[in-house]
């Protein structure tokens, strides 16, 4: 996914309105493959600063998870703020500047003066990576699976009686007596 900078680099002070979708191949999370449900779309201001060009963003996107409590497969949506710096590599001219820049490579982006594209793909990515759910659900009240016999409780009614972990059988009487 690219961002049109050629505008917005004509002059200090100058802002460009971008909105990119796009289809991205499927994320690899935790050894899973999780496809996106729709495409992926970026809504982005830019600002020219002199220096260097600002990303002000909005992903967002749908990923298709695994529900956490059924194991059912959801449709769990993205929407997530991001910023960016871009720094103008035909700019850096003294060797201190350079070292300066390697020192800060992994928080900024940098460009050609010739160049009017910034690939923005790999941070779009971190940007959904960072914002994924914990726990997916397919529904606040999900109700899981049973415990005993594996039945998903939002589909089928099961009679299976919940074993009590022994440890705690006691704080089922205590429960009783202190209410």
């Given at each position: 996914?690219?961002?049109?900078?050629?505008?917005?680099?004509?002059?200090?002070?100058?802002?460009?309105?971008?909105?990119?979708e796009?289809?991205?191949?499927?994320?690899?999370?935790?050894?899973?493959?999780?496809?996106?449900?729709?495409?992926?779309?970026?809504?982005?201001?830019?600002?020219?600063?002199?220096?260097?060009?600002?990303?002000?963003?909005?992903?967002?996107?749908?990923?298709?998870?695994?529900?956490?409590?059924c194991?059912?497969?959801s449709?769990?949506?993205?929407?997530?703020?991001?910023?960016?710096?871009?720094?103008?590599?035909?700019?850096?001219?003294?060797?201190?500047?350079?070292?300066?820049?390697?020192?800060?490579?992994?928080?900024?982006?940098?460009?050609?003066?010739?160049?009017?594209?910034?690939?923005?793909?790999?941070?779009?990515?971190?940007?959904?990576?960072?914002?994924?759910?914990?726990?997916?659900?397919?529904?606040?009240?999900?109700?899981?699976?049973?415990?005993?016999?594996?039945?998903?409780?939002?589909?089928?009614?099961?009679?299976?009686?919940?074993?009590?972990?022994?440890?705690?059988?006691?704080?089922?009487?205590?429960?009783?007596?202190?209410?």
């Amino acid at each position: 996914m690219r961002l049109y900078i050629g505008e917005v680099k004509k002059s200090v002070g100058r802002t460009f309105h971008d909105i990119e979708e796009e289809n991205f191949p499927s994320l690899s999370w935790e050894g899973k493959k999780l496809p996106f449900a729709q495409p992926v779309r970026v809504d982005a201001l830019l600002t020219n600063c002199g220096s260097e060009i600002l990303v002000k963003g909005v992903v967002d996107t749908a990923l298709v998870m695994s529900c956490s409590r059924c194991l059912e497969p959801s449709i769990q949506e993205i929407k997530a703020v991001f910023y960016l710096e871009y720094r103008n590599l035909s700019r850096i001219h003294r060797l201190s500047d350079i070292e300066a820049e390697a020192s800060e490579s992994d928080e900024v982006g940098y460009f050609w003066e010739e160049d009017n594209y910034v690939e923005v793909t790999r941070e779009v990515e971190e940007v959904i990576f960072i914002n994924l759910p914990m726990k997916p659900l397919c529904s606040p009240d999900c109700r899981g699976l049973c415990p005993v016999c594996g039945a998903n409780r939002n589909k089928e009614k099961c009679f299976c009686e919940e074993a009590i972990d022994p440890r705690l059988a006691v704080l089922k009487n205590w429960a009783k007596e202190n209410l």
